[in-house]
């Protein structure tokens, strides 16, 4: 009705499919359908009761007020001890900015960065608030595929043949939503070398790299020349299980920082103070829950991918970090958006498309493994049942 009346630049934006599937399954689900959640990228574990303690005791203190735009001091502080001691980044409070969720950080940085028609390459299948803030920004959108015969890793060559002179930015994901694939030290150093004496930024989303089964955690901005050139996202949803809780960071340049600053408090004003105190205790209490959960993880992803694997017409790689799986289903014959759709309705199992984290992601499926093994085996088992009655149909 009012489609003609809207802003432009409104086309860009697209929803997310992991909440699409969400809303599916919960229609099913209040329809009296059991429903086996997979779809949506949330740890099903609580927040930490520290965590929680120091959020209720801030709302007793009176932390209910605004408070600095880019973010209080002693969290800014915690956060460039956090980031020193995990990732080996030195960084200062004036180079960090605490944002309303990873999200923000990833919508700021590009609405900073970005001009109306420069480039951005990103990863594909990639976190689908990539491509669409692209959009919103009135940048272009260049993916670069994530090819399994490469551990959905970045090729840098192809990379490399995607920059032109209107390339300013380049995003990474590491470990990866949706693939669960990690960069390697020499993947950055590649990376690094190819865009050394351009002027081309790196937004590294992070968020998953405390969720990482072996090996250590690589980030670009460690490298030679790297820091001032890099944005890294970050934030608590994932590794403190506080997606709710909406609290994450950036950091980059202090004169980047001061213009996403700015952008945050012509939107938000500022992050939510109760929950800025709740992030302190997250980074500088104890950290022992982040181990217990990864190595949880762990061992779902065994079974999940071993249960995967023993299916006709399915193959799946071990993700290296994060908490999903990204299964091949080419040899079953089915198209990945029938497969979903199918299994939700008709096994009442919610999964995701491969393809609604872009073009390359044709083929596959995405599940995440934040649930419990009793989940685990059972949406297994329905995937099998369901998947021959598929195939032998469309035979």
Request: charged letters at 25%; glycine letters at 10%.
């Amino acid at each position: 009705m009012f489609d003609h009346l809207l802003a432009n630049r409104l086309q860009g934006l697209a929803g997310e499919a992991a909440f699409k599937m969400l809303a599916a399954a919960n229609r099913l689900e209040a329809q009296g359908k059991k429903i086996i959640h997979f779809e949506i990228g949330e740890p099903d574990f609580p927040t930490a009761k520290n965590i929680v303690a120091a959020g209720k005791k801030a709302l007793d203190d009176g932390f209910t007020t605004y408070c600095q735009s880019q973010g209080i001091i002693k969290l800014r502080e915690a956060i460039a001890e956090h980031v020193f001691q995990y990732k080996g980044i030195k960084t200062e409070v004036d180079e960090i900015v605490v944002t309303p969720g990873g999200k923000a950080a990833i919508f700021y940085t590009i609405c900073v960065l970005v001009n109306p028609g420069e480039e951005v390459i990103y990863p594909n299948p990639g976190f689908p608030a990539y491509s669409s803030v692209i959009r919103y920004a009135g940048g272009i959108p260049v993916p670069v595929d994530l090819r399994e015969e490469n551990d959905f890793r970045l090729d840098i060559n192809e990379l490399k043949a995607k920059i032109t002179s209107k390339t300013k930015l380049i995003i990474l994901n590491s470990p990866s939503n949706p693939t669960g694939s990690a960069l390697t030290r020499s993947d950055l150093e590649a990376l690094a070398d190819v865009i050394k004496g351009k002027d081309i930024f790196v937004m590294s989303d992070e968020i998953y790299d405390r969720i990482l089964y072996d090996g250590k955690v690589e980030s670009i901005a460690v490298l030679p020349g790297m820091k001032d050139k890099t944005i890294i996202v970050d934030g608590f949803s994932k590794a403190y299980c506080m997606t709710g809780w909406r609290l994450g960071y950036g950091i980059m340049h202090k004169e980047i920082a001061q213009n996403v600053t700015r952008l945050l408090i012509n939107s938000n004003s500022c992050t939510t103070h109760f929950v800025q105190i709740a992030g302190i205790e997250a980074l500088t209490g104890p950290q022992d829950s982040v181990g217990r959960m990864t190595e949880e993880y762990r061992r779902r992803r065994d079974v999940i991918v071993d249960g995967l694997n023993a299916m006709d017409g399915i193959t799946c790689r071990n993700p290296k970090g994060a908490f999903y799986a990204f299964p091949n289903i080419t040899g079953t014959g089915l198209k990945s958006s029938q497969v979903a759709d199918y299994l939700l309705n008709e096994a009442g199992v919610a999964l995701l498309d491969g393809s609604s984290f872009g073009s390359a992601g044709e083929g596959y499926l995405r599940l995440s493994y934040a649930t419990s093994m009793d989940n685990i085996h059972a949406g297994l088992e329905k995937i099998q049942k369901a998947l021959r009655k598929m195939i032998s149909t469309a035979k």
